[in-house]
């Protein structure tokens, strides 16, 4: 298979400035391009750009993808959004970072990954899976930051197994960012980036024991705290939100709008858990899930059991009704001369057994069944089968 990279980046606050769409044309000229939206496909060659650069001058989101095992997610947005030093509490070396853009803050998550098993992956979607990302951190809600830390646990362990030092003090890639809440009930987006980044499962399931619920709102308490906004306001601020909404920046302004609405995100916990116990809280789940995997194969295998009993029953009564016609069914089998029909002989032979030990006519059937190989002994194949069978 050959290799394959797909480039997608999107202008969500507002679309490129005509010096922004030219330079960005200049770089491909196969690419899908409008004042939103470029997208790229290689199968051979690379992108010229400088993915960072771009981020840093056009857009908002990116999102890149390679079939050797790259996969990479870029977000850019206002530091009243998202503290940098909030994002920082997240950062690691291998899946997550964040730096300052001039006015703004790009956060950049990553899965890296060897094995093969992108090679047969398809690009996920398109990165308006991942647009709602913003919105949720614009309104302090961390989970995304806690599952891009998470997916670099593992990597962060085996690193660092056996070099910290003796002694009871904990380094910080020992402990757990703060743990937001809501783990156990991600959103879409959400459950898109963990299975973009790679979370583990099991390791994700151990984590979210940590988290607060959240409970959701109605959506009357979400109007009532829309009319209190628009009646707070005094007649300068109307005037002004007014002329940011007409204004090229109004994509931005309505954002912010709608974040001061949402009501705040719970505070995470202050629960800080050692990483050490977190891959052991993890294998716990494993074993949990591995458990209750098996009861479901067991509990399958019983009804396909339950269904074949059935149906042997069925066969058998089927059987039963038709009198001393089965008998002349196995010498016709039997006079075919061929391995399938020998084959078909014992079975029905194993059959016809069943039913004369149910009857108590076992004797009976013995008798018969040594008729048949007396008349049937120069058959060797046939013989070998009805040894191997087991017959009364």
């Known amino acids: 298979m050959s290799e394959y990279q797909y480039y997608e980046f999107l202008a969500l606050d507002q679309p490129l400035s005509d010096d922004a769409y030219e330079y960005v044309r200049d770089l491909s000229t196969r690419a899908e391009i409008t004042r939103t939206r470029f997208v790229n496909e290689y199968q051979w060659g690379d992108f010229r750009g400088n993915p960072s650069a771009l981020m840093d001058l056009c857009y908002d989101a990116h999102l890149y993808f390679a079939n050797w095992g790259t996969r990479i997610l870029m977000l850019r947005l206002p530091p009243s959004w998202l503290a940098l030093d909030t994002a920082a509490e997240y950062c690691n070396d291998e899946t997550f970072s964040a730096r300052r853009s001039g006015k703004n803050i790009v956060l950049e998550f990553q899965s890296q990954d060897e094995s093969g098993e992108d090679w047969g992956y398809e690009v996920p979607g398109s990165l308006g899976l991942f647009v709602g990302i913003r919105n949720e951190l614009s309104a302090g809600d961390l989970r995304p930051l806690y599952l891009a830390w998470l997916a670099g646990a593992y990597y962060v362990l085996d690193e660092n197994e056996g070099d910290q030092s003796d002694g009871d003090q904990e380094d910080d890639y020992e402990v757990e960012p703060p743990v937001p809440a809501g783990l156990a009930q991600l959103t879409a987006p959400q459950r898109a980036l963990a299975d973009f980044l790679r979370v583990d499962q099991d390791l994700l399931k151990a984590a979210a024991e940590a988290s607060a619920p959240i409970v959701d709102k109605p959506a009357a308490d979400q109007n009532g705290a829309m009319d209190s906004w628009i009646d707070g306001l005094t007649k300068k601020q109307k005037d002004e939100t007014l002329r940011r909404l007409l204004s090229d920046d109004h994509a931005r302004a309505r954002k912010e709008i709608l974040r001061s609405l949402q009501p705040c995100a719970p505070k995470p916990s202050t629960v800080r858990r050692r990483m050490s116990s977190l891959m052991a ?102 013989i070998e089968r009805l040894d191997a069978a087991d017959l009364p």
Do not use: C, N
């Open 281 to 382: 809280a993890a294998a716990s789940q494993a074993d949990i899930r591995e458990a209750e995997r098996q009861q479901e194969l067991e509990r399958q295998q019983g009804l396909r059991d339950l269904e074949a009993q059935r149906h042997r029953e069925s066969q058998l009564a089927l059987l039963s009704d038709r009198g001393e016609r089965p008998w002349a069914d196995v010498a016709d089998l039997i006079a075919a001369k061929k391995p399938t029909s020998y084959d078909a002989a014992i079975r029905l032979l194993t059959d016809l057994a069943e039913i004369s030990r149910r009857r108590g006519r076992s004797a009976q059937f013995a008798e018969r069944l040594a008729e048949l190989r007396s008349a049937h002994q120069r058959k060797p194949s046939l």
